[in-house]
């Protein structure tokens, strides 16, 4: 079966680094887009970036642009996220979610990891 298993969160200061990962098995890794997506305290799921099959071709939400940078291995079948500048605004639980396939701005997702925490303190 699908599984996504997200790792890498943590407690980081004001300016700090972290990167997350996702393992992903039970599916052709290669052959889908993959998104981060985030859940703050109290507040609904944001869509932190996207990248599609191949890797060549990613998407960011504004509030991330130019900090955060998605990848993936698909020799490994792992999505990762390299968080860079972390602030406050960004504590959130992270989820990597599968779509169901294509690229564009209506990505739709049929699988989603547990999620890890992400808490940056100020």
């Known amino acids: 079966q699908v599984q996504l298993v997200e790792s890498g969160g943590g407690l980081v200061q004001t300016g700090g680094s972290l990167r997350l990962s996702c393992a992903a098995s039970?599916?052709?890794?290669?052959?889908?887009?993959m998104s981060w997506v985030r859940q703050a305290p109290g507040k609904g799921l944001e869509r932190v970036s996207d990248?599609?099959?191949?890797?060549?071709?990613?998407t960011y939400a504004d509030s991330v642009k130019g900090r955060f940078t998605i990848s993936r291995d698909n020799a490994k079948n792992t999505l990762y996220l390299q968080m860079n500048g972390l602030n406050p605004e960004d504590t959130a639980v992270y989820y990597c979610?599968?779509?169901?396939?294509?690229?564009?701005?209506?990505?739709?997702?049929?699988?989603w990891g547990q999620g890890t925490q992400v808490t940056v303190s100020s």
């Open positions: 979610a599968k779509t169901v396939g294509g690229w564009g701005t209506s990505l739709e997702y049929d699988y």
């Open positions: 039970g599916f052709t890794f290669s052959s889908y887009a």
């Open positions: 990248i599609n099959s191949g890797g060549g071709s990613t």
